[in-house]
């Protein structure tokens, strides 16, 4: 997205940095610039009048506008703009860009598609079983180990064990691990003077790549599970909360990264999630259902090339590669049927030439400049993939700027979280 951001009310190079750092396109602008276009206007509440967003509401007709406000009950100069409480959680702000970014451009967000349903579409024994084992363990209150690879779901999971037990209706946080280096994981569940974790009390904590977390970590959600206190500036708190875990099950294990006395107490109750290619005759199911959720209940549907492919690939990524793909292809498509040509390059079948008599099909070849743009296209979301998303780190391995890759990203119409896991905390109360 192409952002504006109005300097007045005080210095936001800030703001600017962070959503830059997403891949938006951002300009710090004075109140007298001659010149403006945008996709979103972030401006200061208290520093513009009524009349004074009019007349920019006019110079900027397809623009939404973000007031910054100093209270949630701060009244906004007009009715038609959203609102974000000063100072500004940089996280906060930019899951709302994104989700305005999605909304904007009509693309489904490809991790609303790894829901319940589509997740547990088919009829394969192996997610029959998993299905009768969530219900099995929804009856006790015990931790649960989520097993499963990367973008098998987890976290969905997780959710349905939740949404099934004595504790539904109550809060359901999940938290990546992975996304808290170092103590940032122990100072966002337990520092503060009111920690995170009361936030949930009563309901159910999962932790992902719960591998990750440090010691300090470990004994606090030993203490936990074992004698529902934790400690607050050295004074004890009850807590009731059922924790889950999640992580690849070669890494879940004795002798690996956690003691030994919370690895037993967390598996009480352990589940593996099929990884996809195990559920080849589930594919189609899923497929329809994600292509039905994308194309808002309208009827959607795929080549016999197209579903070759599918087919023949074995996504290593799992059901949120899958939805990524379809996403893809659906922008793609325009709502045409979705040929192989709509789906990433990496799915698409690539035949090779003869090696025997060297002969190849004319109509087939492309010119050099085609064949490396799509290289480069496939490398980049292989790297971006790699690194879970990370921007810095994708710069660093590919040799580039961080404005060099999002220029190349924005070239190959890559979208600014693709490849990136979940990593921001999830918060469900009801």
């Not at 492309?366 to 743009?373: R, Y």
Request: a negative charge; charged letters at 30%.
């Amino acid at each position: 997205m192409e952002i504006i951001i109005f300097e007045t009310g005080g210095p936001r190079a800030e703001l600017r940095d962070a959503l830059t750092g997403a891949g938006h396109e951002v300009h710090l602008v004075a109140r007298d610039a001659p010149e403006l276009w945008a996709d979103l206007v972030v401006l200061d509440a208290a520093s513009w009048s009524a009349n004074d967003v009019v007349r920019l509401a006019k110079r900027l007709p397809d623009a939404e506008l973000l007031f910054l406000v100093g209270s949630l009950d701060a009244e906004l100069p007009i009715e038609d703009g959203m609102a974000l409480l000063e100072p500004v959680e940089i996280p906060k702000l930019l899951r709302l860009v994104r989700l305005l970014a999605e909304a904007r451009s009509g693309r489904a967000d490809p991790r609303d598609l790894v829901s319940f349903e589509t997740l547990f579409s088919g009829d394969s024994p192996a997610i029959v079983d998993l299905l009768r084992q969530v219900r099995l363990v929804a009856q006790s209150d015990q931790p649960v180990s989520i097993y499963g690879e990367l973008g098998s779901g987890r976290i969905v999971v997780a959710r349905a064990i939740h949404e099934r037990c004595m504790r539904q209706g109550r809060a359901f946080m999940a938290v990546n691990a992975a996304g808290f280096p170092g103590d940032q994981l122990d100072h966002h569940l337990f520092g503060g003077s009111e920690p995170s974790i009361l936030r949930v009390a009563g309901g159910t904590l999962f932790i992902d790549f719960v591998t990750e977390i440090s010691a300090a970590v470990q004994a606090k959600l030993l203490r936990i599970v074992e004698d529902k206190l934790f400690t607050v500036h050295g004074t004890d708190r009850p807590i009731d909360v059922r924790i889950m875990v999640g992580d690849d099950r070669s890494k879940l294990r004795v002798g690996g990264t956690l003691r030994p006395q919370l690895y037993y107490r967390l598996k009480v109750h352990e589940l593996d999630l099929p990884p996809l290619r195990e559920r080849a005759g589930d594919l189609k199911a899923i497929v329809l259902r994600m292509l039905h959720r994308l194309n808002d209940g309208r009827e959607a549907s795929l080549s016999s090339a197209a579903t070759r492919a599918l087919d023949a690939y074995g996504f290593p990524g799992n059901v949120r590669e899958l939805a990524h793909a379809l996403t893809h292809a659906a922008v793609l498509s325009q709502g045409r049927p979705i040929e192989v040509e709509h789906l990433p390059a990496d799915i698409q079948p690539h035949a090779e030439p003869d090696e025997q008599d060297g002969s190849l099909d004319l109509e087939t070849l492309e010119s050099l400049d085609a064949v490396a743009k799509r290289f480069e296209r496939t490398y980049l979301l292989r790297v971006l993939r790699a690194v879970g998303g990370n921007r810095t780190r994708a710069a660093k391995i590919l040799d580039l700027s961080r404005k060099g890759l999002w220029q190349k990203l924005k070239a190959h119409g890559i979208a600014a979280d693709e490849g990136r896991e979940e990593s921001e905390e999830e918060l469900v109360i009801g």
